[in-house]
């Protein structure tokens, strides 16, 4: 059985939007990612020669070869990162070794984010800091996608990191310190990245060509929140609900991408901030399937087969629980197929393939 070529998939954002708004029974199933890692797309777009015929130096190379592999995968919608959040804002990285053992599939060096101390540790930092701006964006990039996607077909980038960047700016464990002793810097860091990724929000949905908003901030670990659901409640979601305000005045779901166990807060996201669905789901925490049950009813429910899984099962037991997952997600509405958190550089590419494979041959209503 080959993986991919002998079943297309025509891009279909209208029947993807009323699929995550809940609307409607899919025709067929539908695939979303948060991102896919450079490293899977170069090993894709090789194996099956999909720019062979494009030219690199054709300056907008990079936006058709995009356009090419998330066509061939099937994808409705994809991420096209207009401005990596490090030039959102500056801070410092620390590098280590990429332990992945994949061949093709390694790329050296990773960067993590300085969990101890970041660039703003004081009053005095926050007032040197430079604070982005979405006046200094380049449009370019948006501006000919505005142009040139295939019919049917949308773009986005994510938005709305406001727990994460809060903590990559301050440090996670100086934020901790700091939410006792200086709460009111921890606020005042939490309103400027608000505020900018409010009006990041609002420069997204201008545009016809994205179709929706996706929210990306990593709020919990294993067992709960990282931080209190109540500091959350004031200091985080007031900023999400901003953004997803945005999108719905712009006529735009908004999605949201939230790892680790937030269980405290899934009310709060349903209720106030108004998330039309939620994506990042591990079998440790809540299976997608149960995922489905408890809250499918209310929000759409994005991806979900777990990474930890798809890193080391073989493909029949990747088709087996995609299959699985297919017959409780698809008696209703409002489910997409896709990983349960981002198609990263260490999954074996053919384990993705698999699943997307398997998701062309699930027969809707059988």
């Known amino acids: 059985m080959s993986l991919l070529e002998d079943i297309s998939i025509v891009p279909d954002v209208d029947e993807l939007l009323a699929v995550l708004r809940r609307e409607k029974k899919p025709e067929r199933v539908h695939h979303i990612e948060l991102f896919l890692d450079a490293e899977i797309k170069d090993i894709i777009l090789e194996r099956y020669g999909l720019v062979s015929e494009l030219s690199e130096s054709d300056p907008h190379f990079h936006l058709k070869r995009e356009i090419r592999i998330h066509e061939f995968l099937g994808y409705d919608v994809f991420r096209f990162e207009f401005l990596p959040h490090t030039v959102h804002f500056d801070m410092p990285f620390v590098d280590a070794n990429d332990t992945t053992s994949i061949g093709g599939q390694y790329r050296g060096v990773r960067e993590w984010t300085e969990e ?15 604070w982005p701006s979405v006046s200094n964006i380049d449009l370019s990039a948006l501006e000919w996608f505005e142009r040139n996607l295939p019919e049917n077909m949308g773009v986005y980038d994510l938005t709305a990191h406001i727990f994460e960047m809060l903590s990559f700016l301050l440090g996670y464990e100086t934020m901790c310190y700091k939410m006792a002793d200086e709460p009111e810097l921890v606020d005042a860091v939490a309103e400027k990245i608000g505020r900018y990724y409010v009006d990041y929000t609002n420069l997204l949905c201008e545009f016809d060509c994205v179709p929706l908003a996706w929210g990306s901030d990593d709020m919990g670990f294993k067992t709960a929140t990282l931080a209190s659901p109540e500091f959350l409640r004031k200091t985080v979601l007031p900023w999400h609900k901003a953004c997803a305000d945005v999108a ?8 949201i991408h939230n790892c680790g166990n937030i269980e405290a807060i899934m009310e709060d996201l349903i209720e106030d901030v108004r998330i039309d669905g939620k994506q990042s789901f591990e079998d ?33 037991a ?33 384990n993705y393939l698999a699943m997307l494979d398997e998701g062309r041959r699930y027969v809707t209503g059988a």
């Open 116 to 130: 101890h101390a970041g660039p703003i540790q004081s009053w005095k930092d926050f007032e040197n800091y430079k």
């Open 248 to 255: 719905h005045d712009h006529g735009k779901p908004f999605l």
């Open 284 to 316: 440790a925490i809540m299976p997608v399937t149960d995922a489905y049950r408890k809250y499918g009813g209310r929000i759409s429910i994005l991806g979900g087969i777990d990474v930890d899984f798809l890193c080391r099962a073989d493909e029949a």
């Open 318 to 350: 990747i088709r087996r629980r995609v299959h699985d997952t297919l017959d409780v997600c698809m008696e209703g509405t409002g489910y997409c197929l896709g990983t349960g958190n981002t198609v990263a550089n260490y999954m074996p590419a053919d």
